[in-house]
């Protein structure tokens, strides 16, 4: 009955794009045919959550390579794209000051200690260092130890502390979706909370491009209570259009995955 409730949702909604319940995205027009996917699945929302779907839908909109379709989603959805919130970077700021302060050997000390400001918002803070390392050897090292951390502090007992570690499973898998790194994906989503989550499924598959999956999983899971289905197709689809699917190499993972290797989605 619900996968009969969606074909009807998408019929009406999606037009051409989106045939039927199951058919997948092919990569000549991706971008539009994702983003009708992903306000179809949208649809099944009561209108009051749906409309806190719209902002977030026009500004995915916005990243696709083909800006015909901004104005077009601009009148289907009745309202003009407004401004992007203005966020307060703390993890990038924090990292900033104490790597000009101290130094990467201060940075990495302590972050190990979780000496302040690692006290708070540690995994954060170390991605942030990541991103602003001025070599490839220290951010493969920041992101070892990241790994190192992540791992659970077993006592006499044969208990653990992993109350980060699901946190350090998200910020190393985003990482390494950047850096187009599988393995390390692979190792940091297993530490996450929920590793079949759509937001990962979407962005491994932009390190191996096998995107054929994404449309029918975005349907066929459509939450008509919640809206954080939607916001994770959303969330894990604007990497692929902002930066595109990785090449596939056969080098080993970990040789120079610090550099992008990606190619643009077909227009």
Same mark, same amino acid.
């Given at each position: ?23 997948p995205c092919?990569?000549?027009g ?10 179809a /699945? *949208?649809? =099944?929302?009561? !209108?009051?959550?749906?409309? @806190? ?10 990243? %696709?390579?083909?800006k ?13 794209i ?6 307060y970077e ?23 200690d ?12 170390m /991605? *942030?260092? =990541?991103?602003? !390392?001025?070599?490839?050897? @220290? ?10 951390? %992540?791992?659970?502090n ?5 208990g ?21 790194d ?14 079949d ?42 990497a692929?259009l ?26």
């Amino acid at each position: 009955m619900r996968g009969f409730f969606l074909f009807c949702v998408v019929m009406l909604s999606a037009g051409p794009v989106v045939a039927a319940v199951g058919a997948p995205c092919p990569r000549d027009g991706e971008a539009a045919c994702m983003v009708e996917t992903i306000w179809a /699945a *949208a649809e =099944v929302l009561p !209108a009051e959550k749906r409309a @806190r779907l719209v902002q977030p839908v026009l500004h995915l909109v916005k990243a %696709a390579p083909d800006k015909t379709l901004l104005p077009i989603w601009e009148t289907r959805l009745g309202e003009p794209i407004s401004p992007a919130p203005r966020s307060y970077e703390y993890a990038g700021e924090q990292a900033a000051f104490l790597l000009s302060d101290e130094g990467w050997d201060g940075f990495m000390k302590r972050a190990r200690d979780r000496q302040a400001p690692f006290n708070i918002g540690r995994p954060e803070i170390m /991605a *942030a260092g =990541v991103r602003q !390392a001025d070599t490839p050897k @220290r951010a493969r090292d920041l992101m070892e130890l990241m790994f190192n951390l %992540a791992r659970p502090n077993v006592s006499r007992g044969g208990g653990g502390d992993t109350f980060e570690q699901a946190d350090f499973g998200h910020v190393l898998s985003e990482l390494a979706m950047e850096r187009c790194d599988l393995a390390a994906f692979d190792k940091a989503a297993a530490m996450t909370a929920k590793p079949d989550a759509l937001r990962y499924s979407i962005w491994r598959a932009r390190i191996t491009g096998k995107s054929a999956g994404l449309a029918p999983r975005i349907l066929q899971d459509a939450d008509a209570d919640d809206t954080r289905h939607v916001r994770q197709a959303i969330e894990g689809y604007r990497a692929i259009l902002t930066r595109g699917y990785c090449r596939q190499v056969e080098a080993p993972v970990h040789k120079d995955i610090f550099s992008e290797r990606f190619m643009p989605i077909t227009r």
